[in-house]
């Protein structure tokens, strides 16, 4: 079957997806299109959503494609969401956690209380209920710790195309400061 708009249909395909949806799933969605238009007609939107016109791009986000916000507009987005809803967080302990498991996966919890210095069961359930965390097997040594590892939706969560794009350690220390400061500016609830 011959699609007369494969682009508007792409754009909405990504648009409808409630996560990152690879070239392999559209490809089953449109099995009569050619790969190779597929991934010339997704460059040519994402090229399209670049032009300083478009509030949104579309981003290549854990191996997938997705609708996402221009970084020059994050500031008053922010501050636009602050209005709307509560944010999700993260505790400094919950994103020093994650932090070690990002960089050293897979790894266990004694191996995270290792680094951290303090004990991580708890925030390792609030990771696992998340689901920024998942266990990623058992390590071959004496009582067979499980070992974890980050997930897709860590990725989507922190907007990376994959582990590759995470910041270097001067950068992520950088972040932990100003998540800090942040806390440190918001007056609790009563």
């Known amino acids: 079957m011959?699609?007369?708009n494969l682009s508007a249909?792409?754009?909405?395909?990504?648009?409808?997806?409630?996560?990152?949806?690879?070239?392999?799933?559209?490809q089953k969605a449109l099995p009569n299109v050619d790969r190779s238009e597929l991934r010339q007609t997704l460059s040519e939107l994402v090229e399209q959503y670049r032009a300083p016109e478009h509030g949104i791009e579309i981003r290549e986000v854990a191996d997938g494609y997705r609708f996402s916000t221009k970084p020059e507009h994050h500031e008053v987005l922010k501050q636009f969401i602050k209005s709307q809803i509560p944010p999700t967080r993260l505790s400094l302990a919950a994103l020093e956690t994650l932090a070690v498991i990002a960089y050293k996966q897979p790894v266990t919890i004694p191996e995270i209380q290792e680094i951290r210095g303090v004990h991580a069961s708890g925030v390792i359930k609030t990771l696992l209920d998340k689901?920024?965390?998942t266990t990623a097997g058992r390590k071959e040594v004496l009582g067979r710790p499980i070992l974890y590892k980050t997930t897709k939706e860590f990725l989507v969560h922190f907007g990376l195309k994959d582990l590759g794009e995470l910041p270097t350690m001067e950068e992520f220390e950088e972040l932990i400061k100003n998540q800090a400061a942040t806390e440190e500016e918001i007056p609790e609830e009563v």
């Open 2 to 4: 011959n699609y007369p």
């Open 9 to 26: 249909l792409l754009e909405a395909i990504v648009y409808l997806a409630n996560e990152p949806v690879s070239l392999d799933a559209i």
């Open 131 to 133: 689901k920024f965390i």
